[in-house]
Nanobody
Framework: QVHFVESGGGLVQPGGSLRLSCAAS????????IGWFRQAPGKEREGVLC????????YLADSVQGRFTSSRDNANNTVYLQMNSLKPEDTAVYYC???????????????????WGQGTQVTVSS
């Protein structure tokens, strides 16, 4: 059974950094693109970034370019989202999701993803 465990969220001051982890079990993460999404209170879910099976990334939100990056550790079946220069508007629940497609495929639509993590809260506040 496909299962994700997300971790790394928390409270951070503006300008700070956090690294989110998305650890997979029950499947080989290497075979999937991983999307990062977030949902702030009262707002719709938003795509943040997608990391392809190849390791390259597609930014889904212009607001995070230059601040967020994602990486894969296939040996440990884990994907990371490094978030730097955090802003209050980055406050949201962050989710990772798996998408099984081609090697260079990514999608900004959450409906295309097969499995989702439970989410982790990120709060950026002074």
């Amino acid at each position: 059974q496909v299962h994700f465990v997300e971790s790394g969220g928390g409270l951070v001051q503006p300008g700070g950094s956090l690294r989110l982890s998305c650890a997979a079990s029950g499947f080989t993460l290497e075979a999937y693109a991983i999307g990062w999404f977030r949902q702030a209170p009262g707002k719709e879910r938003e795509g943040v970034l997608c990391i392809r099976r190849s390791g390259s990334s597609l930014y889904l939100a212009d607001s995070v370019q230059g601040r967020f990056t994602s990486s894969r550790d296939n040996a440990n079946n884990t994907v990371y989202l490094q978030m730097n220069s955090l802003k209050p508007e980055d406050t949201a629940v962050y989710y990772c999701a798996a998408l099984k497609r081609g090697y260079y495929y990514c999608s900004g639509s959450g409906a295309n993803y097969d499995s989702w993590g439970q989410g982790t809260q990120v709060t950026v506040s002074s």
